[in-house]
Nanobody
Framework: QVQLVESEGGSVQPGGSLRLSCAAPDTYRTVCMAWFRQTPGKEREVVAA???????TSADSLKERFAISQDNAKNILYLQMNNLKPEDTAMYYC??????????????????WGQGTQVTVSS
């Protein structure tokens, strides 16, 4: 099982920015990497995903403020979050699925997960 290690989240004020990172093992290259988030009582939802070729899929409601990227040399996934809002408060998870392309964004399609990191947006 792939070990995904996420950076610490944090607390920011509304309008602030935060960047999350997720380190994957060097041997895991041909994968679809994604960020999900979850708030208590709600289902985990995909934020954005990036495939082996750099193709990106983002949630429509977030794509103007959130950006996914990856450093292929270091095998690190990033999520840049700008203009954060209180409703962005959630546990954020990185995830990986086998295969070069991202085809299925259901939670069950991602067998590998990070430990989750809390992001709190509050004044």
């Amino acid at each position: 099982q792939v070990q995904l290690v996420e950076s610490e989240g944090g607390s920011v004020q509304p309008g602030g920015s935060l960047r999350l990172s997720c380190a994957a093992p060097d041997t895991y290259r041909t994968v679809c990497m994604a960020w999900f988030r979850q708030t208590p009582g709600k289902e985990r939802e995909v934020v954005a995903a990036i495939d082996t070729f750099g193709g990106i899929t983002s949630a429509d409601s977030l794509k103007e403020r959130f950006a996914i990227s990856q450093d292929n040399a270091k095998n690190i996934l990033y999520l840049q979050m700008n203009n954060l809002k209180p409703e962005d408060t959630a546990m954020y998870y990185c995830a990986a699925a086998g295969g070069a392309l991202c085809k299925d964004f259901r939670v069950a399609s991602f067998p590998n997960w990070g430990q989750g990191t809390q992001v709190t947006v509050s004044s």
